[in-house]
């Protein structure tokens, strides 16, 4: 095994793991930390956890649990990833989370890189960008959870963590690997605990990839574990052979959109307009037990053959907002959160084998709650987003980060799961 990689949620778990197959390294997702028993046999391991908003202690313990399991194993270097939008509060998870891995590593410096410039997370002199926008100023300021009100990850970094924080900027990046490794051993002399790494193009992330090489711990997003496959050429096998046992099988499909995103309620106002579309209501979500029921029965009776139903909490920031002056933020996402899960359950008793499920806390309750183990990776629909296959189980899923794919994203998932079929 080369890199273990700890996930902070499941969307983002399997981008990662995507990019690390679309490299051609035998990857395999295990979804929570594994039993001692279970062996595997491949170059990159990605566990996933449900950590990005839980309280920090729980995050740690579990990043930790994920860390000794993968060291138990001979892991060399451990990747922890969370999101390309840098989702945290000032309590963390993040900072608890890389303070606890780095002490457990016996390490004090790793970089920070929530990049992927393919889906226009840019960082330029430590500012994250989103589509050319700063942080701030893109809708992650609306997200249910962790508004993101700050675009400057060192100042973000360091409200949340142990350390200081410095930036080796694009213009080193420029200069490739030695100068990147000469910038990192310079701000570590000083006194720095984390170093975040601008990235504006596929070619920084390159250059970082190899720059990284030696470091036990690196954190960030999917950009920046492109670049260090990119630089292993010994393991780079056949792709699309690395992603057969991923590929959709046949099964009907829901769609379950449990993100606030701008880009999920653009996809979902784009599929209602062709598919049956069926809009969660959150007082019923927090009151009415057989609620999900009633759910399970609107997406059975649809029409089979066509698009697939839609159920939809998604909606936009004003309406987000009234519904959590109304219920409160914490009590309504988890009364969203458990009907997601609840009716994953019933539709997979139903005999539904495809589930599109836009929104990484989203698509952590559905996995959970379906009691699925791990994932085989199969092919991207769109960057960061492979269709994947649960093990031990018939079931085909496409895991969608409440912020990427393009507007078609629901039409496009199932017009690749009817190519493979
Ligand atoms: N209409 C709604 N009212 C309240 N909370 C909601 C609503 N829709 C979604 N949520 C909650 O918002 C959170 C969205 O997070 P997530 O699924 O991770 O999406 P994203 O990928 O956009 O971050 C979830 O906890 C979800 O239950
Ligand atoms: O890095 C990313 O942007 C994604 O991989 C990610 O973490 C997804 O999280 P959500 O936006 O909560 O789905």
């Known amino acids: 095994m080369r890199l273990g990689v700890i996930g902070d949620d499941f969307t ?85 989370v890389t303070d606890a891995l780095l002490e457990a590593l016996g390490e004090d410096f790793t970089v920070i890189c929530p990049v992927l410039p393919v889906n226009g997370r840019t960082i330029y002199n430590g500012y994250l960008f989103v589509n050319g926008v700063p942080l701030h100023e893109s809708g992650m300021r609306h997200h249910p959870v962790t508004p993101m009100t700050d675009s400057n990850i060192m100042r973000v970094m360091e409200a949340q ?79 699309a052979r690395a992603a057969e046992g991923g590929r959709p099988a046949p099964g009907r499909a829901v769609v379950l959109s449990g993100s606030c995103s701008q880009m999920t309620n653009a996809q979902v106002a784009a599929y209602r ?70 009716l994953a359950r019933l539709l997979e008793a139903a005999g539904f084998g495809q589930f599109i499920v836009a929104g990484g806390e989203t698509s952590g309750i559905v996995t959970q709650s379906l009691g699925i183990k791990g994932f085989a990776i199969g092919p991207q629909i769109a960057p960061g987003v492979p269709w994947v296959r649960a093990v031990g189980k018939p079931l085909s899923l496409a895991l969608k980060s409440g912020n990427f794919g393009q507007e078609r994203f629901f039409f496009q998932a199932q017009e690749m799961a009817a190519g493979a079929a």
Not at 85 to 95: E, H
Not at 209 to 231: F, H, K, N, P, W
Request: proline share 6%; charged share 20%; glycine share 10%.
């Open 161 to 239: 963590s142990k350390g200081r924080a410095g930036n080796v900027p694009s213009t080193v990046m420029d200069q490739g690997p030695e100068a990147v490794r000469a910038a990192l051993a310079k701000l570590r002399e000083s006194g720095v605990r984390y170093a975040v790494l601008d990235a504006l193009n596929d070619a920084h992330l390159v250059t970082m990839g190899q720059a990284v090489a030696g470091m036990r711990l690196v954190t960030g997003g999917s950009g920046l574990a492109d670049g260090m496959a990119c630089a292993w050429t010994d393991l780079h096998g056949d792709a």
């Open 273 to 342: 307009e062709a598919a049956p579309s069926l809009a969660v209501d959150v007082a019923r979500c927090l009151e009415d037990a057989g609620y999900a029921a009633e759910l399970a029965e609107w997406v059975k009776a649809q029409p089979q053959g066509g698009l697939a139903p839609l159920v939809y909490a998604t909606m936009p920031p004003d309406a987000l907002k009234t519904v959590q002056a109304r219920f409160g933020a914490a009590e309504s996402s988890e009364a969203v959160e458990r009907t997601f899960g609840a």
């Open 12 to 96: 983002g778990s399997t981008d990662i793991a995507g990019f690390l197959v679309a490299n051609g390294l035998r990857t395999v997702q295990l979804n929570d930390v594994p039993d001692d028993a279970l062996q595997v046999d491949a170059d990159a391991v990605v566990i996933s956890l449900k950590t990005r908003s839980c309280p920090p202690q729980q995050a740690i313990e579990e990043s930790l649990a994920a860390l000794r399991w993968l060291q138990a194993r001979g892991c060399p270097q451990f990747f922890f990833k969370y999101c390309s939008t840098f989702d945290s509060t000032p309590k963390g998870n993040i900072g608890p």
